[in-house]
């Protein structure tokens, strides 16, 4: 569990970085958690985007994801969602940690 000044440094940091990933009206697929997945552990912090065609709100779908693939939400804000999972061998926000 992070406390808000780790979740405040968390959203400086995603704040430059670009949407990597996005969620649409076929939903969060097997393929689309892997992706996700793969892309916490690549990167421990990454941005998605809910489409407005998805049948859910970006609040639900972080909520999901987050129980799915056990990772932090960030940030919720309108149709995008920030994610982060630490990486214990390479971490590159130990100093925000």
Same mark, same amino acid.
């Given at each position: 569990? !992070?406390? %808000?000044?780790? #979740?405040?440094? *968390? #959203?400086k940091c995603a704040n430059k970085m670009e949407t990597i990933l996005q969620i649409g009206k076929g939903g /969060? *697929?097997?393929t689309s958690i892997k992706q996700i997945n793969d892309a916490l552990t690549a990167r421990e !912090? /990454? @941005?998605i985007r809910v489409l407005d065609t998805?049948?859910?709100?970006? #609040?639900e779908a972080a909520?999901? /994801?987050a129980s799915k693939i056990n990772c932090e939400v960030i940030?919720? /804000?309108? %149709? #995008?969602i920030v994610l982060f999972r630490y990486n214990e061998k390479a %971490? @590159?926000?130990d100093e925000f940690l």
């Open positions: 569990m !992070l406390t %808000s000044n780790q #979740r405040a440094s *968390l #959203r /969060i *697929l097997d !912090l /990454i @941005k998805a049948e859910f709100s970006s #609040r909520n999901e /994801i940030q919720v /804000i309108g %149709s #995008r %971490s @590159k926000y």
